[in-house]
């Protein structure tokens, strides 16, 4: 069968990262394909899949995770969400970072 588009990002993120991973692993993207296939986007399946899939995904690849579209790398299909690099190398996320803190640093 063929995946959806939401299912498609999720399965692309989780290929990604198991690429991009340093750890050794076992876990087969076969069975990535299986849950996200038989998982329907219209219930709360969809939804616990895609839970269980970014669990394993922040244990392949420890770090942060940007979860903000604030550079031109970023990519929703890519582990980390960016298409280049890890968003803790990222000079444009860590300006983010620092504009962030800086706003919480006003308003309190």
């Not at 219209?42 to 579209?69: A, M, V």
Request: glycine share 4%; net charge positive.
């Amino acid at each position: 069968m063929s995946l959806g588009t939401c299912q498609y990002i999720q399965l692309a993120q989780h290929e990604d990262c198991i690429i991009r991973t340093k750890k050794r692993i076992s876990f087969d993207s076969n069975l990535a394909f299986w849950l996200l296939d038989n998982s329907s986007t219209h219930n709360n399946s969809f939804q616990k899949t895609c839970e269980i899939l970014k669990y394993i995904n922040e244990n392949l690849c420890p770090g942060d995770w940007c979860n903000r579209g604030h550079c031109r790398n970023f990519s929703t299909r890519h582990a980390y969400n960016c298409r280049e690099t890890r968003p803790k190398v990222c000079k444009e996320y860590v300006k983010y970072n620092e504009k962030l803190a800086a706003k919480k640093g006003e308003n309190q």
